[in-house]
């Protein structure tokens, strides 16, 4: 008998308090100089620990949590770890294409073809759902159907591919190849990246094939993964030096299939140890501090790892949470949980006040000061939310913001159609709402709002899952 998958009541809320406040301060900072500068991203070189510098590393937190239950739930049910490594290959390209397309402008590709840029957006949000979305299982025609979809999918995808333009960036190589130009997207520093790409997009359909051997399957499959690796590696130019989709800085989707690639990967074939994973902390922690103080300028870490190991050290910190949570889930346990989670909380906090006299707190600069206080502040939240949620079971208070934890990927997509719906229809917000406290309050309430939507679309049958 298959086991029941384990959910954990305050994971879901954390990850959807984070998501509630990632929406929010995303919707800020028009409102400029008119609400309090702390609630804005510092600059690069301002030493402060906004609200909006807060909830990214959360986020990346919540990641690492959700990590060992989800792994330890497909051992469940039989999953071998060479079928769950294929599962994190599939969602990590997932994350990078949405990623991938979330960051390109579409306003030159969109005035050549004489239609606004919003549209294009929108479009590739459709295909998003049509791609991922939780179809209901189906058999015969529906099942056709719901293929047919995925793969319109990716044709309008490649359509906005291969019909997309933007200026080169310095340094990008180009190769001639009959009447265009080819080369790598964004430069040789991405080429380990476009590897693991590689490896993740081929890997998984040789895998899949050797499993059932049907090949019209292997060939959609190939087909797909061609595209995939299109979408990555290659660039066209025309006579105007314009050139194709590149990655660039991955955008936040791009940054959390990183993160959760090296995260996940490690921790699949560490099979629940702490030392391992606590070694891993250790190891993304220095290769961040190393990044600090410019001994890895020269190595061009960032072109291996995104973010110098910042983002996969925090991940990892939740990741080190959960697994202590799972050794002690009980109620009798939870002051041994809760003291483990002090210390460490009081532990990143010495650490944070220790690094802030040789490094300021930025999250620009991906400073160790930023990730030990982040560390920090996300344990001592965890305690709380898990004493509140899970021990004195008051999970029912949050049944109001549940969708932004359990359908986040959702959550995270809508505003940007929102946004290009503001621009298409020139909707303009009532003039209180523009500035201060009335700003405030219609961020709150377009977070909130954003949250009921995900929640109808569910309804419906809509949701993104990779």
Not at 381 to 393: G, H, S, V
Request: proline share 3%; with cysteine; glycine share 8%.
């Amino acid at each position: 008998m298959k086991n029941q998958a384990i959910r954990i009541a305050s994971i879901d809320i954390f990850r959807a308090l984070t998501m509630l406040l990632m929406i929010f301060v995303n919707d800020i900072p028009a409102l400029g100089d008119t609400v309090p500068h702390w609630l804005h991203h510092a600059t690069k070189n301002e030493d402060m620990l906004g609200l909006s510098d807060i909830v990214f590393p959360c986020f990346l937190f919540c990641v690492g949590l959700s990590i060992p239950f989800a792994v330890n739930n497909r051992i469940g049910k039989g999953d071998s770890r060479l079928q769950i490594f294929v599962h994190t290959a599939q969602r990590t390209v997932a994350l990078l294409t949405m990623g991938l397309f979330s960051m390109n402008d579409f306003t030159a590709t969109a005035n050549t073809i004489g239609i606004a840029p919003e549209w294009l957006k929108i479009l590739s949000v459709v295909a998003f759902f049509m791609i991922w979305n939780v179809y209901p299982h189906a058999e015969k025609t529906v099942k056709k159907i719901f293929s047919t979809l995925q793969t319109c999918g990716w044709i309008i995808l490649a359509t906005l591919a291969l019909i997309f333009t933007g200026k080169p960036a310095n340094g990008e190589s180009q190769i001639a190849s009959g009447f265009i130009s080819v080369g790598f997207s964004g430069g040789a520093q991405y080429i380990f990246q476009y590897l693991i790409i590689a490896i993740c997009t081929f890997g998984t359909i040789t895998v899949k094939f050797l499993r059932n051997r049907n090949k019209f399957k292997l060939l959609i499959n190939t087909l797909i993964s061609i595209t995939i690796f299109y979408l990555f590696l290659f660039k066209g130019a025309n006579a105007d030096g314009l050139v194709g989709l590149r990655p660039g800085w991955w955008q936040i989707l791009g940054l959390i299939g990183w993160t959760y690639f090296y995260t996940a990967v490690i921790f699949i074939f560490t099979k629940n140890k702490f030392l391992p994973n606590i070694i891993a902390w250790i190891f993304f922690t220095l290769l961040c501090i190393a990044a600090n103080t410019g001994l890895a300028a020269d190595t061009g870490i960032a072109g291996f790892i995104p973010g110098n190991g910042s983002f996969q050290s925090l991940a990892f910190a939740g990741l080190i949470a959960s697994l202590l949570m799972q050794n002690n889930q009980s109620k009798q346990n939870f002051g041994k949980l809760c003291s483990s989670y002090f210390a460490v909380a009081v532990l990143m906090f010495a650490a944070a006040t220790v690094a802030h006299k040789y490094f300021i707190i930025s999250k620009l600069q991906e400073t160790c000061t930023w990730i030990f206080y982040c560390i920090s502040i996300s344990f001592a939240l965890l305690i709380f939310i898990y004493w509140l949620t899970d021990i004195k079971n008051k999970k029912a208070w949050f049944d109001i913001i549940k969708p932004a934890g359990t359908s986040t990927l959702t959550c995270y997509i809508i505003p940007s159609v929102w946004y290009s719906v503001v621009s298409l229809a020139a909707i303009i917000y009532p003039e209180f709402t523009r500035s201060g406290v009335g700003g405030l309050i219609k961020s709150i309430a377009f977070a909130f709002a954003v949250t009921g939507a995900t929640w109808i679309l569910g309804k419906m049958k809509i949701k993104l899952k990779i």
